[in-house]
């Protein structure tokens, strides 16, 4: 999947833990996404950031999630205190700066909260 | 919501072309029409994109009606490894926005 790397793979978490997914976007490129599946459903948009920046936040929900893409180092989604329907796929994608230029996924981290 | 609809299901023979179709009859002038593939517990795969000429790679062919308002892409030697879930999504190309997925089309490569 072009050089998107995130980590864990997989990931177990019981109610009321934090939860910190990682994604490396290819080399070079400056604009990382996140995109949310739950079991049986489409994949939906949750957050779009810039280095040091956050774009576009319209599909993350209000409280307790948070999302950041340092100067240096992967992107972190956090989700704080987290709850059995938090349990999903979470995939990564970025892009060059240049606009209009395709996305490419990492294979996500699977989420399940016991 | 997706501005794109797709069948839910197809079937195709291994070795066959594989058309898959998709109607987009809002599209806007400056949107593009992507596809992407998910193969089970993978991530989404970039396939081929286009505006309104067809559009040729190493993967597929994406064939663009003259108003715009359809597509279909076509995996012209269908195989095994071609089982996924196709998503046709429109997006503008100012800036980098973020895809819309709908609910695709789950495509069966049968040997």
């Known amino acids: 999947n072009a050089g998107v790397m995130q980590n864990p793979r997989h990931l177990v978490r019981r109610r009321g833990q934090e939860a910190r997914l990682r994604c490396s976007p290819v080399k070079g490129h400056s604009h990382v996404y996140w995109y949310r599946q739950l079991p049986e459903e489409g994949l939906k948009f949750m957050v779009y950031?810039?280095?040091?920046?956050?774009?576009?936040e319209s599909g993350m929900p209000k409280e307790r999630f948070s999302a950041e893409f340092p100067k240096e180092g992967p992107s972190i989604l956090r989700i704080q205190q987290v709850v059995r329907g938090d349990s999903a796929a979470y995939f990564c994608?970025?892009?060059?700066?240049?606009?209009?230029?395709?996305?490419?996924f990492g294979d996500g981290t699977r989420l399940s909260i016991l | 919501d997706a501005k794109t609809t797709q069948p839910p299901s197809m079937d195709c023979a291994e070795g066959r072309a594989a058309n898959l179709p998709c109607n987009h009859s809002?599209?806007?002038?400056?949107?593009?029409v992507y596809w992407y593939r998910q193969i089970h517990s993978q991530g989404p795969q970039y396939i081929i994109h286009?505006?309104?000429n067809n559009e040729t790679n190493e993967m597929a062919s994406l064939i663009i009606t003259e108003d715009r308002k359809s597509s279909t892409l076509i995996l012209p030697h269908a195989t095994l490894r071609d089982t996924a879930v196709y998503y046709c999504i429109v997006r503008g190309h100012s800036g980098n926005t973020p895809l819309v997925f709908g609910k695709g089309t789950r495509l069966s490569v049968i040997a």
């Open positions: 809002t599209i806007s002038g400056n949107e593009y």
């Open positions: 994608a970025s892009s060059p700066a240049q606009g209009g230029q395709p996305q490419h």
């Open positions: 286009g505006l309104k």
């Open positions: 950031l810039q280095k040091e920046n956050i774009i576009d």
